[in-house]
């Protein structure tokens, strides 16, 4: 079993601190190849920094990467 599993999500909104992610489903080959694995999926991040909010594009897509944290994390 891998340590990780990336998933692949599209920002559709930033905003009043707010950013809104939903898994890709097409526009590209690796996006039609992320949608048979996850097919459905959104994360809704709320982002005091200014600095943070400004790394979300809306329209653009990330990597999310899902990493086990340790146990005394």
Same mark, same amino acid.
């Given at each position: 079993?891998?340590? &990780?599993?990336?998933?692949?999500? @599209?920002? $559709?909104? #930033?905003? *009043?601190?707010?950013?809104? +992610? &939903?898994? #890709? %489903?097409? $526009?590209?080959?690796?996006? !039609?190849? @992320? @949608?048979?694995?996850?097919?459905? $999926?959104?994360?809704? +991040? ?5 600095? &943070? !909010? ?7 897509? %990330? %990597?999310? *990467?899902? &990493?086990?944290? $340790?146990?005394?994390?």
């Amino acid at each position: 079993m891998a340590a &990780t599993v990336r998933a692949k999500f @599209f920002c $559709g909104a #930033v905003a *009043d601190g707010q950013v809104q +992610l &939903t898994a #890709v %489903y097409s $526009g590209s080959a690796e996006n !039609r190849e @992320f @949608f048979e694995a996850t097919p459905a $999926g959104s994360i809704q +991040l709320s982002v005091v920094s200014p600095s &943070t !909010r400004g790394h979300f594009v809306p329209g653009k897509e %990330y %990597y999310v *990467d899902f &990493t086990p944290a $340790g146990e005394n994390s």
